[in-house]
């Protein structure tokens, strides 16, 4: 982003002081701690990076009394071929919206028995529920009157969803410390998808796999994030068992001391080789990583995390690729 100087005068006590140059980056941080007192600003960056960006009131369920009742959204999702949006809603619901005429098209009331917190696509019709049911449910837009598969195994709220391409397997992450894969396409004769434990590892709150299907990142309380490279869920549970866990580890996360750990794995495999990342912020120890993205080429990894020491919020992008493979190879 460019560099200039705000067009307001000295007089304004929400503008930066007109001597001095600033950044974009400068403008959004004073935004993000002075809120709306920056809504006055008249300058280049306001007219720049605001220009075509207004809110537009396109559903409001209060319109649609019978629509009401589904809570907080958690998440949303498009399918694949963008014309379908589908919103996890707080009270068990689920809502289907039309992206190209902008209206709410479906919505199921009773998908879940408990709040449903995540979305995900498996193609351009199929979509995957999980809940703090503690059920995951595979759904077909076509027809919403009921569960195409029901998948039940864990035992406390399942927060994370993920389709692992190279093996057609669903992943899933819950409260209760496990990652499960599920086979979608093997169902039992109650009509409920198989499922196996893929790993056990304490305090875990988030799970991401990479869109190539090559790492899975972890997250745990208190601030500790994992990622496995080289990832092959048929072996998974094989190659990383409890014991093989460092006894350090705890150790490692927990101290004070901030050093990157970038490619030291434990164990040392080609083959589902774990790494810990912790080269966060100095002054800002994580405590609790509630969110996590993927670089659509893997290339790094977002979290968004709560501090130890203090009330902020941080977000953080760490580099996630193999460099200790292409040092080697060298």
């Avoid at 963008?82 to 190209?100: I, K, Q, T």
């Avoid at 972890?218 to 093989?244: C, F, M, T, W």
Wanted: glycine share 4%.
């Amino acid at each position: 982003m460019g560099e200039s100087k705000p067009e307001t005068s000295a007089a304004d006590n929400n503008s930066y002081p007109s001597t001095k140059t600033w950044t974009s980056f400068s403008y959004l941080r004073h935004r993000e701690i002075h809120g709306h007192t920056m809504t006055t600003r008249n300058d280049n960056v306001l007219s720049k990076y605001y220009k075509y960006l207004s809110l537009r009131k396109i559903w409001d369920p209060d319109d649609k009394p019978n629509s009401a009742g589904h809570g907080a959204i958690f998440n949303l999702e498009f399918s694949s071929l963008g014309d379908f949006l589908v919103a996890a809603c707080e009270r068990h619901s689920l809502l289907v919206f039309d992206p190209l005429c902008q209206k709410q098209v479906a919505a199921v009331r009773d998908a879940h028995s408990d709040c449903v917190n995540c979305i995900r696509f498996l193609d351009s019709r199929s979509f995957v529920t999980c809940s703090d049911d503690t059920t995951v449910a595979l759904w077909d837009c076509r027809n919403l009157k009921s569960k195409v598969i029901s998948m039940e195994g864990h035992t406390d709220w399942v927060k994370s969803i993920e389709y692992h391409k190279p093996s057609g397997l669903l992943v899933t992450s819950a409260f209760d410390d496990t990652v499960r894969a599920w086979d979608i396409n093997r169902y039992s004769n109650d009509g409920t998808a198989l499922g196996q434990i893929l790993l056990k590892f304490p305090y875990l709150i988030r799970m991401k796999i990479s869109p190539d299907g090559d790492k899975i990142i972890l997250s745990a309380n208190p601030g500790r994030l994992l990622v496995i490279h080289n990832l092959s869920l048929n072996n998974l549970q094989y190659d990383i068992k409890g014991d093989e866990m460092p006894s350090s580890l705890h150790e490692v996360c927990d101290s004070s001391s901030l050093v990157s750990l970038a490619s030291h794995r434990w164990p040392s495999k080609a083959r589902n080789a774990l790494e810990v990342i912790q080269d966060f912020p100095e002054d800002c120890t994580p405590w609790c990583i509630s969110s996590l993205e993927v670089h659509p080429h893997s290339w790094c990894s977002v979290a968004r995390y709560t501090c130890r020491n203090s009330r902020n919020e941080w977000t953080v992008v760490h580099d996630i690729q193999d460099f200790a493979e292409d040092r080697v190879g060298k």
